[in-house]
């Protein structure tokens, strides 16, 4: 199934930590660096490649339920330092979600 999105039509609130959807923290993150990433917050894909672990619900493990923040921000991963809130890709990943929310 494909789903066309027009990150034109996103609320042009300002993205922050207080207002922040955590949707990033569905995506896969590959480690390609090493952060100090804790040990039981990694994954190996069927290639041997290592990951961020997910829980079964599909967030982060390393995601704080509650606060809906890193609780590991000072060793995240490279990918998640790169991925900026309020960028092109983070508004995308907004709306993923707000389309298969519906």
Same mark, same amino acid.
């Not at 039981?40 to 982060?60: F, P, S």
């Not at 993923?96 to 929310?101: D, G, K, N």
């Given at each position: 199934?494909?789903i066309?999105i027009?990150?034109?039509?996103? &609320?042009?609130?300002?993205?922050?930590c207080a207002n922040? !959807?955590a949707?990033c923290?569905?995506?896969e993150?590959l480690?390609v660096?090493?952060t100090?990433v804790p040990? !039981?917050?990694?994954?190996?894909?069927?290639?041997?490649?290592?990951t +961020?672990?997910?829980?079964?619900?599909g967030w982060?493990?390393a995601l704080?339920?509650?606060?809906? +923040?890193? &609780?590991?921000?000072e060793n995240?991963?490279w990918?998640?330092?790169e991925?900026? +809130?309020g &960028?092109?890709d983070?508004?995308?990943e907004?709306a993923?979600e707000?389309?298969? &929310?519906?």
């Amino acid at each position: 199934m494909y789903i066309a999105i027009n990150i034109n039509n996103i &609320s042009k609130t300002e993205i922050t930590c207080a207002n922040c !959807q955590a949707c990033c923290c569905r995506l896969e993150v590959l480690l390609v660096t090493d952060t100090g990433v804790p040990y !039981q917050h990694i994954a190996l894909d069927e290639w041997g490649g290592e990951t +961020m672990l997910r829980l079964e619900d599909g967030w982060c493990s390393a995601l704080d339920r509650d606060t809906l +923040m890193c &609780s590991i921000y000072e060793n995240r991963p490279w990918n998640c330092r790169e991925f900026e +809130m309020g &960028s092109y890709d983070c508004l995308t990943e907004r709306a993923v979600e707000v389309v298969v &929310s519906y």
